[in-house]
């Protein structure tokens, strides 16, 4: 296994600043979360304490600020009532066990697999819940035991309001809401204290200095303090319990991890610490799973809250500027010795300070930018059921009704295919609409039966998918069809023919839902006497138009704005052959506004100064390096180049036509490679397969010396803002090869060398080195997709491109 990385103890000052900004907000947060769940508020300072101490030592979020979650609020709540505060510890430390055991299956990654929406309507319905519980103190009453009976309640807790309670949760809420926003350089320094602690201590001052009798945090001696004791109430329902402390806790603190570790991302690319190495490691969610359940074993043996990773904290700890767990471990000690030294401080609170900062907190629990996310996904419904359901009947309920609603959604959309039958003259057509899927298959199936017998039928497939059920039913009906008389066609939405065949006959890599279909080599399956395949053209033309428009159009419309408005700045000239087999963007990898291309039949440069009738290429070259100053020029060969291989067999006696007049600008090539005085053009260690080969790196060779001659690359080159590249691109290997250039050989040497690093020598020695794969030699036959032999004559089905 690795080894883990070694972490130094050493605590800096951004830890230490760190450390104390998460206690501030810890700490108040700590006793309200206790206080809405009906536990020991000594309670939450146990979860507070252990979380920072115990999982924030064992996790794998080294910047993720564990204790008491509002998440598990509700939940927790829950226990107390029904099985009371020992045995609700005893639940913790079980979850704990459960935990752990996940952790040691590896299954942290699969807590991911759960919809946000599912995430964040659990999330708003436990917000929901809290506010609503809460507000009963905040009016100075006492909250119920369920949602429904704290709605019922408010009409009579309005008419006997609390006015000392009111307006001290009025004022801590005004705090919570305008801290973050008072303007200017004093709003500026304020802020330093986390609005949390700023709203507790303005309010629980004024409520002292006033001597309002308001009820405040009452914290026992901690020899009174209940621990846990063994687990009493029916099986199922302990293991209810157990299961959902597991699953809301773990979903959490996972989901907070990684959102952790994007804020840290991202602060380290502003910062620019990830160069620096001040970067914390990355996230380990197994990891980090193990340390919440050894945590949570702890914290409720101790008589503490269940624990989870908080999102609130572990966003302030990132932006107070935290390089290492040691801000964690710290705040945890700061909240035990707060626990141990600062009772009487902490009882100077009123309850009403707590429990307006926890309906804070609930509120903001529904999140307005989730919501408006989940809304962009179509996921609403999943959000909403999870929300009400959570508020209503409970965490795990709300849950696993959200689940099912997901699920439900996503089977809906995958099984909405529209199939239809029209009669248009003698022509029965079917139109499918959308994903064909097993799903399907039943309506596929109903709409095929009602074609009539020997019937001419067009079947238009509109869809990305189709699974192999679909696929057997498409196929079978062909079959039976076709053999009872009758005629089909199937084509996509353009028209554009898709090729069908019998099970067994078609090529591998041939299935009505391949993009490159028409690509795939029949000619070893079909008889003698197929039929001629029909012109693809205008058809394919349409259909790869409307491909784009379609699904290529909404992804890089914004870009080609972008282009469009602000003109392109190319970095590359690249000169290439015509060859269809060259896909320059794909080979490159590059996208709109990344290279200027001129293509040419044989990738030539005409020299300056050459008669010609033709000023495309250097006119290009003179606009690219002058007026768009790119960076560099690339002139890029391939392998079974026509243009070559007519080079080759061109006849001193010929009638010249316009393709041998544009080749004379390649006879420099052909002269050099017959020359004893300059170097062979290699690949990587090897000669050339054939002669053809030989040509094809020869003129990449020589087409970069017609371009030195250009007075604009040759100025470039002379100032050094200007680089050449060589490329050769092996169709038959989809292996792409660089160029280059050092001490060559002397000529006598040529027929025998095959050293991958040239010999010193007076001559310039060329290279092809292959880029991003290892080097495989090749046959020296000639392939059928590769180079002709020389002397041979161009095929009369193969263009010379």
């Known amino acids: 296994m690795p080894r883990r990385r070694t972490e130094s103890m050493h605590v800096s000052r951004r830890d230490l600043s760190a450390s104390i900004t998460v206690f501030l907000i810890a700490l108040p947060l700590s006793l309200g979360i206790a206080l809405a769940t009906g536990a020991p508020l000594q309670a939450g300072l146990v979860a507070a304490a252990v979380g920072g101490l115990v999982a924030g030592r064992l996790g794998g979020a080294p910047l993720q600020v564990s204790g008491p979650a509002a998440g598990l609020t509700v939940v927790t709540a829950e226990l107390i009532q029904r099985y009371g505060w020992r045995t609700t510890c005893a ?59 704290n709605v019922r309640g408010l009409p009579s807790q309005l008419a006997d309001l609390h006015p000392a309670d009111l307006g001290i949760s009025a004022l801590t809420l005004a705090i919570l809401i305008v801290w973050p926003r008072l303007p200017g350089r004093s709003g500026r320094i304020l802020r330093i204290m986390p609005a949390a602690l700023a709203a507790v201590a303005g309010a629980t001052a004024l409520a002292t200095l006033s001597g309002l009798h308001l009820p405040r945090v009452d914290l026992p001696s901690w020899r009174s303090h209940a621990l846990p004791q063994l687990p009493e109430g029916p099986v199922l329902g302990i293991l209810a319990a157990v299961l959902t402390i597991t699953l809301v806790g773990s979903v959490s603190s996972l989901l907070s991890a990684v959102a952790t570790e994007k804020l840290v991302a991202a602060r380290s690319n502003a910062d620019g610490s990830a160069a620096d190495g001040t970067r914390p490691p990355r996230t380990d969610l197994d990891r980090e799973l193990q340390g919440q359940g050894v945590a949570n074993i702890v914290s409720g043996a101790l008589g503490g809250l269940p624990i989870a990773g908080v999102a609130v904290r572990s966003v302030a700890n990132v932006r107070a500027g935290a390089t290492s767990r040691n801000s964690t471990l710290l705040h945890g000690l700061w909240v035990l010795l707060a626990a141990l030294l600062l009772v009487p401080v902490l009882e100077l609170i009123p309850l009403a300070v707590l429990a307006a900062l926890v309906m804070f907190v609930g509120v903001q629990m529904v999140n307005i930018t989730h919501m408006r996310s989940i809304g962009r996904h179509r996921e609403v419904p ?11 009947g409970g965490v795990l309920e709300g849950v696993a009704v959200g689940v099912a609603v997901a699920v439900t959604m996503a089977m809906t959309r995958l099984a909405r295919t529209k199939i239809t039958l029209e009669l248009d003259g003698a022509v029965h057509r079917v139109r499918a609409r959308g994903q064909l899927t097993f799903l399907a298959v039943p309506r596929l199936s109903r709409v095929l039966s009602q074609v009539p017998p020997r019937a001419q039928v067009v079947v238009e497939l509109d869809g990305s998918f189709m699974d192999h059920a679909a696929f057997e039913a498409l196929q079978d009906w ?16 353009s028209g554009t023919p898709i090729a069908t065949s019998g099970r067994g006959q078609g090529h591998h890599c041939c299935r009505p839902w391949t993009p490159w279909r028409n690509h795939c080599d029949h000619r070893q399956q079909e008889p003698a006497t197929a039929p001629v395949r029909p012109s693809r053209g205008v058809g394919q033309l349409v259909s790869g138009i409307g491909a784009f428009q379609r699904d290529t159009a909404p992804l890089v419309r914004s870009e080609l704005a972008r282009l469009a408005r602000e003109g392109q700045q190319p970095s590359q000239l690249f000169i290439t052959c015509a060859d269809s087999r060259l896909v320059t963007s794909m080979i490159t990898s590059s996208g709109p506004g990344d290279l200027f291309t001129v293509r040419n039949v044989g990738n030539l440069v005409p020299p300056p100064g050459k008669e010609s009738r033709d000023d495309s290429v250097a006119a290009a070259i003179e606009y690219a390096v002058d007026v768009l100053q790119v960076d560099s020029i690339t002139v890029c060969g391939h392998s079974g180049c026509g243009a070559m291989q007519a080079l080759l067999n ?30 062979w053009a290699r690949i990587s260690g090897r000669l050339p397969a054939d002669a053809v080969e030989q040509l094809c790196l020869t003129n990449v060779v020589q087409q970069l010396d017609h371009l030195r001659a250009h007075g604009s690359v040759a100025r470039r080159l002379a100032e050094g803002t200007l680089e050449l590249h060589g490329m050769y691109f092996h169709v038959g290997e989809a292996q792409a090869y660089l160029l280059t250039e050092g001490a060559g050989q002397d000529w006598y040497d040529h027929h025998v060398f095959d050293s991958v690093t040239p010999s010193q020598g007076p001559e310039q020695a060329w290279e092809f080195e292959a880029e991003g794969a290892p080097i495989s030699f090749l046959d020296s036959k000639a392939r059928a997709d590769g180079p002709l032999s020389a002397g041979t004559s161009p095929s009369r089905d193969r263009a010379p491109a």
Do not use: E, F, N
């Not at 079980?94 to 964040?120: D, F």
């Not at 062909?478 to 939405?493: E, T």
């Not at 061109?650 to 300059?678: E, F, I, N, V």
């Open 478 to 493: 062909h079959d039976s069809h076709v053999a009872h008389g009758g005629q089909v066609k199937i084509s996509d939405r």
């Open 382 to 392: 999943a959000y909403v059921a999870t929300t009400v359901v959570v508020v209503l």
């Open 650 to 679: 061109t006849r001193p006696d010929a009638q010249p036509s316009p393709l041998q007049r544009w080749l004379r600008h390649g006879m420099p090539s052909l002269q050099r490679m017959g020359s004893r005085h300059h170097s």
């Open 91 to 149: 639940i913790t430390v079980l979850a704990g066990v459960a935990q752990v055991g996940l952790a040691l299956l590896r299954t942290a990654r699969s807590a991911l697999v759960v919809s946000p929406a599912i995430v964040h309507g659990m999330l708003a319905g436990i917000g929901v819940t809290i506010a609503l519980a809460q507000l009963h103190i905040v009016l100075g009453g006492t909250p119920q035991s369920s949602t429904i009976a």
